[in-house]
């Protein structure tokens, strides 16, 4: 947890997501946990794709790269210079979060992503989503909370 | 509201308007010199400037240069024309990101039932 709270200070030298704004994201994915026993996960960076058309593929490998929590968990993927997002739910969880309520919730962050507010809009969809799927029993929180990494996503 | 609560308001407010005039004891003097009537010794021209020009400047200085040093704490904002250099940062991931997902097979990308949506900006 320490390197990663480490490399979360970089991330502000490096110009990416303030410190504040990763703090209020990641305090969002914990209240949903406990408060709605939704298992909801946010990747903000771009992905280096072989292929720009393949963008959804490989988000969606990105939420098979979940394991375990992939058959329930739900993935929101930000990518701001690429400018798209994406909203994966697991199986498990379609019925609680249907396919309409994603779509709300990406169309309120790209919303405010074109304003230039990348936290709030990830925050609000996180908040759309875990009403949407309403209050179940609680979720333990995850031992590793933020991990910074150079993703590759790339297709054969 | 009854009769009685409409009269009590009624009498208060004539009492309170009227009242001063009607306690005439000479202070309200309409006639005559009245302090306040003649124009006083006036600013220099120094006292002048200080006045008007230099405090309130001063203030607006004083209140701009916190603002200023408040803006620049959170970093330059994001603006989607400017693109985005950052590493990749994975809230609620998985705890080694990049082995996750070089270990996803090929049919576990695949894997039915996802759902889900997608938009840009």
Known sequence: MAPGKEKAQAQLVEGGLPVRAQQRIQDAIETTRRENGLDVSVLVGDLALDDPSQFRAGVERLHAALGSRAHTAVLIVVAPGQRRAEVVTGPGVRRRVPDRVCALAVLSMTTAFGGGDLSGGVVDAIRQIADAAGRRESLAPLEQSMTSAELVAQHH | ?121
Do not use: H
Request: one cysteine or more; hydrophobic letters at 45%; aromatic letters at 6%.
């Open chain 2, 1 to 121: 509201m009854n009769r009685r609560s409409c009269l009590t308001a009624a009498a208060l407010t004539v009492l309170l308007t009227a009242g001063p005039a009607l306690a005439a004891d000479g202070k309200y003097d309409m006639d005559g010199p009245q302090e306040g009537g003649e124009p006083g010794p006036g600013l220099s021209a120094l006292e002048t400037l200080a006045l008007y020009v230099l405090v309130p400047g001063l203030i607006l200085l004083v209140i701009g240069g916190l603002a200023w040093l408040q803006g620049g704490r959170s970093g330059p904002r994001y603006r989607p024309a400017r693109g985005w250099d950052a590493t990749p940062v994975w809230f609620a991931g998985p705890p080694n990101p990049t082995e996750a997902v070089a270990s996803v097979g090929a049919d576990e990308a695949a894997l039915a039932g996802r759902g889900g949506a997608s938009g840009s900006w």
